[in-house]
């Protein structure tokens, strides 16, 4: 608890971002980015004013999984890379609910690579983060779909020689229908885009570059790299995919924001008595 | 780059100055919290201490414009990722040391005189260039002081942030 | 073995456990390799476990050590020594850290107090001002400090230690020479608790030792048995294994993949054996559970496959950095329908190069996947051993030669092994299948055809002369009482008997190495005239006892002595135990 109490108090009605946190303390490095995300999501969560216990927070495996536990929300940390799957379950069968699914790159785009390219085409109304450090941290250091293709470790000494993932590609060319980058060094863009994602139906897909202190130090250098409004969104696929051929990996802000309608069941429903089925097989 | 809107009256601009002293507050007790899970108290209590001062700053805001509620902030945004006066997690290291950490306490401040130093040398009305020049002092007294502080602290030994052991794997 | 429970001041002792605690960048990991390897050029044998908050960095963490004279597989009772840095909540270790009135627990003054739970063992208190004696050595560190006032303690020689520093930092020569002084300054400040816990003279003569963890042993016990392709998807606790292999491959001419996840390593692995290159790959429960669908491939295609499952605390998650052993369920019992395949078990760090080795060659004679059931604690367990002995060299798989068409892939053999056909051999070729099939190969959906398979691929196995290496069969045989356990559980069994002698009770002992197929009647043949078993194993459904009942008729009354990780027995439980079921 913040013993630290703000004396002019805010509106009775309005929560603060910090009423979205939970009271566990965050076992992350001192330096991490998932910081950031953990505020922008609060704020994010503040701005809009949602009630805590009607989201959840959906993630695998890896440091940035653990985020559900800290946040106020309803949380879900399950097995890795099957967020996605987990996150739409829970939607198509609650579909009042807010769900975020979180994640790193590791949980999302290699195990999770298959659900990524299946939830992007389901266009489920949900929003999902990806912490973006080029690395696999919780296991100390081997390279990430999204690592460079020369990043000497143990597992793949010299690099893996392979191109990296691209993410954002993959989103839009598989469907998905809110396609954003962020940065946690900039936590107060990241809350916008978060609102955005959230707000926008159907599948949102916010990539977070969030750097590793410890497995990639020289990720510190990102803040100088990175060009925050560098993409303004279209809601035209191609010219979408005609921006993403430039991209450098480090601009911020919305690609694509289109009008794909979200997941719903199809066909004529209805809240039948189940005696009725019988009728199938009454002679 | 996203451009602040200028204040129209000290109402507005002493808003600004009230939410970079929570924004700055609330950010030192966060950095308090994650020093002292890692084990580094000495960084942590002064991170404790800078939020408890931060937190003086926003209070006598508050009483010196007779606020009774939050001031409505929401209009303007900050030209840099966070507030002048808000400690970037990026800067940390968790073997940090008090110099380190007055350092950034240092840094803050100095963009903090800036930041009203800017306002007071722009297009705003009298009574708000006033009260930027009046806060940008305040700033300075702040810098002269943190600067005190690290005057009587050690700075780092080198070596300060080697770590023999290899980092642990917890999943 | 013999133990000193409760030495008496100086007396000297064949085995003394420490503990070195600290947090936040305190290098205690560090402290701890070094004395490791100190012992280990004084001559001695050792162990040593680690265990940590879940901080990536600057958490508190805690190397536990034994050092003794004859080899050593498992954790004393008790240590003799805590020492610690700091005390940032090191007393979440205190399971693993039991203390007595015979212990000393050495800290810094300028720490505060050792937490309660910890002084509430009675144990003895020594003072060390650790910070300020590093301070006093240009760039000391109180870590360095600690190594010298704990060599002091146990009587290592000075140059013993000097070689471990010199290895570790020998990379950075800046960091050797203000080491070696915080060692000697640490050394000098404990002057006067000098040899309070000293070890007595190892053995003058003792053939070459390793020092290794059991993930290293099991990779190069794998590079052995022939493999030369790794598909590699790390978890914790075996990503060392898939680390170490990586370099060591590349050395002898084979190669490892990273895969984006395990249902990846495995097929690739599959892949890279039908190929005819011996391939494997190492994962843990979570992981495990992913491969089941693929090993069952494995099984029908009759493709050997070796895969280590590194056992951490399940169900699910779990606890990734402890050890238990409850896998054994679905290594064995895993796969859908009828699937028989190889499941093993090492029993000590360095038998998981012996026993990985032995896999791989069984894998590939009998042309199935094999399991070998290593854990957490035998997996990143840092031992000196005496070097493993050499297993012989196995038969190999059995390859088809170019021949006349007609070729059948799966044919109905005596021993139930059919010559392989690998690609590239002319004339030979055929489709691999998970589909039930004819001799031939192609699919088959008779009852004939799937009845001979299925007899074929469970009589390969059965009929196969396993030799000598199935268990460690120990212990006294004219004894009626016996004891069956595998896996990291053998370890404080064999020292819990050895201590139960002074009690008057014998037994024998039988460490399962082959699990599956279950050799139930060398098995039987061991426990001829056993009027009483008692099966210890570490989870928490027993499954081993259930397994061995369900296989074959136990001779007798049979017990369990079952418990979860994340703690491993200890001799004196084991000791208690059996002193208590001699009596029923």
Redesign the interface.
């Known amino acids: 608890m913040?013993e630290?109490a703000?004396?002019?108090?805010?509106?009775p009605a309005m929560r603060g971002p910090?009423d979205y946190k939970s009271d566990v303390?965050?076992?992350?490095?001192?330096?991490?980015?998932d910081?950031?995300v953990v505020n922008a999501l609060a704020k994010a969560m503040a701005k809009m004013a949602l009630e805590p216990k009607d989201v959840a927070v959906v993630s695998g495996?890896?440091?940035s999984s653990r985020i559900p536990a800290y946040m106020a929300s309803y949380g879900f940390?399950g097995?890795?890379?099957r967020a996605l799957a987990a996150g739409a379950g829970l939607k198509v069968a609650r579909p009042d609910l807010t769900v975020i699914v979180t994640g790193g790159d590791g949980d999302g785009y290699?195990?999770g690579?298959n659900h990524f390219l299946h939830a992007c085409r389901r266009n489920v109304d949900m929003t999902y983060i990806v912490m973006d450090n080029r690395v696999?941290?919780?296991?100390?250091?081997?390279?990430s779909?999204t690592t460079e293709p020369d990043w000497d470790s143990?597992?793949?000494?010299d690099g893996?020689g392979l191109r990296e993932f691209q993410p954002l590609v993959i989103a839009l060319t598989s469907g998905a229908n809110f396609i954003a980058r962020g940065f946690?060094?900039?936590?107060?863009?990241l809350a916008e885009i978060i609102e955005r994602a959230v707000r926008h139906p159907g599948f949102s897909f916010v990539e977070v570059l969030s750097?590793c202190?410890?497995?990639r130090p020289e990720q510190?250098e990102w803040?100088k790299v990175v060009k925050?409004?560098a993409l303004k969104p279209t809601a035209d696929m191609t010219r979408a995919a005609r921006r993403l051929l430039r991209d450098t990996g480090f601009e911020l802000g919305v690609l694509y924001a289109g009008e794909r309608p979200p997941y719903a069941p199809r066909g004529p429903r209805a809240r039948r008595p189940p005696s009725e089925l019988e009728a199938r097989f009454a002679l | 780059m996203k451009k602040t809107k200028l204040p129209r009256t000290v109402e507005e601009f002493m808003a600004y100055a009230w939410v970079m002293e929570v924004e700055a507050s609330d950010r030192y007790a966060e950095l308090a919290d994650l020093m002292a899970t890692h084990h580094n108290r000495e960084v942590s209590e002064l991170f404790a201490k800078l939020a408890r001062i931060e937190g003086k700053h926003r209070d006598q805001i508050a009483a010196q414009m007779g606020w009774t509620r939050a001031p409505d902030a929401a209009v303007f945004r900050w030209e840099t990722p966070e507030g002048p006066e808000t400690t970037d997690f990026g800067d940390l290291h968790y073997l940090m040391q008090p110099w380190h950490a007055l350092k950034l306490a240092e840094h803050n401040e100095r963009r903090a005189v800036e930041f009203f130093e800017r306002f007071a040398a722009a297009r705003v009305p009298a009574d708000v260039r006033a009260a930027a020049l009046e806060m940008a002092g305040e700033e300075r007294e702040h810098v002269r002081l943190i600067g005190e502080w690290l005057a009587k602290v050690p700075p780092p030994e080198p070596g300060w942030d080697e770590d023999m052991d290899p980092p642990a794997v917890a999943d | 073995m013999q133990h000193s429970q409760d030495p008496g001041a100086g007396q000297s002792a064949r085995s003394v456990s420490v503990v070195l605690a600290g947090s936040g960048g305190a290098g205690v990991m560090t402290a701890g390799n070094m004395l490791l390897e100190a012992a280990a050029h004084a001559g001695y044998c050792a162990l040593m476990t680690r265990s940590s908050g879940p901080q990536i960095r600057g958490g508190e963490a805690a190397a536990l050590l034994r050092i003794a004279c004859e080899p050593i597989e498992c954790m004393e009772d008790r240590f003799l020594v805590l020492a610690a840095v700091d005390w940032e909540n090191v007393q979440r270790f205190n399971a693993e850290i039991p203390l007595g009135r015979s212990s000393l627990i050495v800290a810094d003054p300028d720490q505060g107090e050792p937490p309660d739970v910890f002084l509430q063992s009675g144990a003895a208190r020594a003072s060390l001002p650790l910070k300020k004696i590093a301070k006093s050595v240009p760039e000391g560190r109180a870590n360095m400090v600690l190594l010298g006032a704990l060599a002091a303690l146990l009587g290592l020689p000075d140059d013993a230690v000097a070689r471990a520093v010199e290895r570790t930092l020998g990379k950075r020569p800046a960091a050797l020479s203000p080491s070696l002084a915080a060692v000697a300054a640490g050394r000098a400040a404990a002057a006067e608790f000098a040899a309070r816990f000293p070890l007595a003279p190892p053995p003058v003569t003792r053939g070459p030792r390793w020092l290794l963890t059991g993930n290293e042993a099991a990779g190069y016990g794998a590079i052995k048995g022939g493999v030369r392709f790794v598909a590699a998807y790390p978890i914790t606790p075996a990503t060392e294994l898939l680390e170490w292999m990586a370099p060591a491959l590349a050395q002898v001419g084979g190669t490892l993949l990273q895969a984006e996840d395990e249902l990846a390593s495995i097929n690739m692995a599959i892949g890279g054996s039908y190929g005819g290159v011996p391939s494997l790959t190492a994962t843990s429960g979570p992981g495990l559970s992913l491969m089941v669908e693929a090993l069952g491939l494995a099984v029908a295609a009759e493709i050997p496959l070796v895969v280590v499952d590194v056992m951490r605390v399940g169900p699910s998650t779990g606890i990734p950095t402890k050890s238990e052993q409850g896998d054994l369920n679905i290594a064995v019992h895993g796969l859908h329908g009828d699937a028989p395949h190889l499941v093993l078990a090492p029993n000590s760090v360095a038998d998981c190069l012996g026993t990985t080795q032995w896999a791989v060659q069984l894998a590939e004679a009998l042309q199935a996947p094999a399991i070998v059931l290593s854990d957490q604690f035998l997996g990143q367990a840092r031992a000196v051993v005496d070097r493993p002995a050499e297993l012989a060299a196995g038969p190999r798989r059995v390859t088809a030669a170019a021949g006349a068409p007609g070729y059948k892939r799966y044919a109905v053999t005596p021993d139930g092994v059919s010559p392989m056909a690998i690609p590239g051999t002319s004339g030979l070729a055929y489709t691999a299948d998970g589909l039930e099939h004819a001799e031939r190969g192609t699919p088959s959906s008779q009852a004939s055809d799937h009845f001979a398979q299925l007899d074929k691929r469970r009589r390969k196995l059965t009929a196969h002369e396993y030799g000598p290496l199935w268990a460690d069969v120990e212990g006294n045989p004219a004894s009626d009482c016996a004891i069956v356990t595998f896996g990291s559980c053998t370890g404080p069994v064999r020292e819990g008997l050895a201590l139960a002698a002074a009690d008057g009770i014998a037994a024998r002992l039988i460490s399962l190495r082959l699990l599956a197929p279950l050799p139930a009647t060398r098995l039987l043949a061991a426990l001829e005239g056993v009027k009483r078993v008692l099966v210890v194993e570490q989870n928490h459904t027993a499954q081993l006892y259930k397994y061995l009942r369900a296989e074959c008729d136990l001779p007798g009354r049979v017990s369990s002595l079952h418990r979860p990780g994340a703690l491993q027995f200890s001799p004196g439980e084991i000791r208690r135990h059996l002193a208590e079921w001699s009596r029923e």
């Open positions: 913040n630290i703000c004396n002019a108090a805010p509106a910090n303390k965050p076992v992350w490095c001192p330096g991490c980015g910081f950031g495996i890896g440091c940390h097995v890795h890379g290699s195990i690579g696999y941290g919780m296991t100390k250091g081997q390279p779909p143990k597992l793949s000494p893996t946690t060094g900039d936590p107060n863009g750097p202190v410890t497995f510190k803040k925050a409004d």
